[in-house]
Nanobody
Framework: QGQVTESGGGVVQTGGSLRLSCTAS????????MGWFRQAPGKEREVVSC????????NYADFVWGRFTISRDNAENTLYLQMNSLKPEDTALYYC??????????????????WGQGTQVTVSS
Protein backbone atom coordinates (compact mmCIF):
# COMPACT_ATOMS: atom_id res chain seq x y z
CA GLN A 1 0.00 0.00 0.00
CA GLY A 2 1.50 3.29 -1.08
CA GLN A 3 1.57 6.38 1.07
CA VAL A 4 2.90 9.91 1.04
CA THR A 5 3.84 12.05 4.02
CA GLU A 6 4.05 15.83 3.99
CA SER A 7 6.25 17.92 6.27
CA GLY A 8 7.73 21.37 6.55
CA GLY A 9 4.67 23.44 7.38
CA GLY A 10 4.66 26.06 10.10
CA VAL A 11 3.86 29.63 11.04
CA VAL A 12 5.58 32.45 9.18
CA GLN A 13 5.07 36.15 8.76
CA THR A 14 3.90 37.76 5.54
CA GLY A 15 6.74 37.77 3.05
CA GLY A 16 8.42 34.77 4.63
CA SER A 17 9.37 31.42 3.11
CA LEU A 18 8.77 27.75 3.78
CA ARG A 19 9.87 24.57 2.04
CA LEU A 20 7.43 21.70 2.09
CA SER A 21 8.52 18.11 1.54
CA CYS A 22 6.55 15.05 0.56
CA THR A 23 8.12 11.63 0.96
CA ALA A 24 6.61 8.64 -0.81
CA SER A 25 6.81 4.97 0.07
CA UNK A 26 5.28 1.99 -1.68
CA UNK A 27 4.72 4.23 -4.73
CA UNK A 28 6.44 3.98 -8.09
CA UNK A 29 7.55 7.54 -7.44
CA UNK A 30 9.74 7.97 -10.50
CA UNK A 31 6.97 6.71 -12.79
CA UNK A 32 4.26 9.19 -11.85
CA UNK A 33 3.56 12.89 -11.90
CA MET A 34 3.05 14.51 -8.50
CA GLY A 35 0.96 17.39 -7.29
CA TRP A 36 0.58 19.83 -4.41
CA PHE A 37 -2.88 20.92 -3.28
CA ARG A 38 -4.23 23.05 -0.47
CA GLN A 39 -7.44 23.55 1.43
CA ALA A 40 -8.26 26.55 3.56
CA PRO A 41 -11.02 26.45 6.22
CA GLY A 42 -14.43 26.73 4.61
CA LYS A 43 -13.04 26.43 1.11
CA GLU A 44 -12.70 23.63 -1.40
CA ARG A 45 -9.41 21.93 -2.05
CA GLU A 46 -7.49 23.56 -4.90
CA VAL A 47 -4.51 22.69 -7.05
CA VAL A 48 -1.29 24.51 -6.24
CA SER A 49 1.24 22.92 -8.57
CA CYS A 50 2.21 19.73 -10.36
CA UNK A 51 5.28 18.18 -11.95
CA UNK A 52 5.82 15.39 -14.47
CA UNK A 53 7.58 12.14 -13.56
CA UNK A 54 11.03 13.45 -14.52
CA UNK A 55 10.58 17.07 -13.57
CA UNK A 56 10.61 18.07 -17.21
CA UNK A 57 7.42 20.08 -16.98
CA UNK A 58 5.65 21.92 -14.21
CA ASN A 59 2.45 23.90 -13.82
CA TYR A 60 1.21 26.33 -11.21
CA ALA A 61 -2.03 27.88 -10.13
CA ASP A 62 -2.25 31.52 -11.12
CA PHE A 63 -2.15 32.64 -7.50
CA VAL A 64 1.34 31.19 -6.92
CA TRP A 65 3.15 31.95 -10.19
CA GLY A 66 6.52 33.48 -9.49
CA ARG A 67 6.35 32.75 -5.75
CA PHE A 68 6.31 28.94 -5.45
CA THR A 69 8.60 26.38 -7.07
CA ILE A 70 7.88 22.65 -7.30
CA SER A 71 10.70 20.15 -7.66
CA ARG A 72 11.40 16.49 -7.07
CA ASP A 73 14.27 14.16 -6.23
CA ASN A 74 13.44 10.74 -7.63
CA ALA A 75 16.50 9.18 -6.00
CA GLU A 76 15.05 10.18 -2.61
CA ASN A 77 11.35 9.62 -3.51
CA THR A 78 10.73 13.18 -2.37
CA LEU A 79 8.68 16.05 -3.73
CA TYR A 80 9.28 19.65 -2.69
CA LEU A 81 7.43 22.94 -2.74
CA GLN A 82 9.51 26.05 -2.12
CA MET A 83 7.17 28.85 -1.08
CA ASN A 84 8.44 32.43 -1.07
CA SER A 85 6.75 35.78 -0.55
CA LEU A 86 4.01 34.12 1.46
CA LYS A 87 0.73 35.95 1.98
CA PRO A 88 -1.98 35.48 4.61
CA GLU A 89 -4.23 34.05 1.90
CA ASP A 90 -1.75 31.18 1.47
CA THR A 91 -2.79 29.90 4.89
CA ALA A 92 -4.12 26.37 4.37
CA LEU A 93 -3.51 22.69 4.87
CA TYR A 94 -1.16 21.59 2.09
CA TYR A 95 -1.32 18.10 0.63
CA CYS A 96 0.72 16.15 -1.86
CA UNK A 97 -0.60 13.34 -4.03
CA UNK A 98 0.69 10.92 -6.64
CA UNK A 99 -0.84 11.09 -10.10
CA UNK A 100 -2.01 7.92 -11.84
CA UNK A 101 0.16 8.75 -14.88
CA UNK A 102 3.69 10.00 -15.61
CA UNK A 103 2.12 13.17 -17.00
CA UNK A 104 -0.63 15.47 -15.80
CA UNK A 105 -3.23 16.86 -18.20
CA UNK A 106 -3.84 20.53 -18.77
CA UNK A 107 -3.63 22.50 -15.55
CA UNK A 108 -2.61 19.56 -13.33
CA UNK A 109 -5.73 17.57 -14.13
CA UNK A 110 -6.11 13.82 -13.92
CA UNK A 111 -6.55 11.20 -11.23
CA UNK A 112 -4.46 11.39 -8.09
CA UNK A 113 -3.87 8.59 -5.60
CA UNK A 114 -2.19 8.23 -2.22
CA TRP A 115 -3.13 11.48 -0.56
CA GLY A 116 -1.19 12.46 2.55
CA GLN A 117 -2.55 13.89 5.82
CA GLY A 118 -1.32 17.35 4.98
CA THR A 119 0.95 19.90 6.63
CA GLN A 120 -0.42 23.18 7.98
CA VAL A 121 0.92 26.48 6.67
CA THR A 122 -0.10 29.61 8.53
CA VAL A 123 0.94 33.05 7.35
CA SER A 124 0.46 35.85 9.83
CA SER A 125 -0.10 39.45 8.76
Amino acid sequence: QGQVTESGGGVVQTGGSLRLSCTASGVDFDDVAMGWFRQAPGKEREVVSCITWNGGATNYADFVWGRFTISRDNAENTLYLQMNSLKPEDTALYYCAAHSSPYYYGRCSGTYHYWGQGTQVTVSS
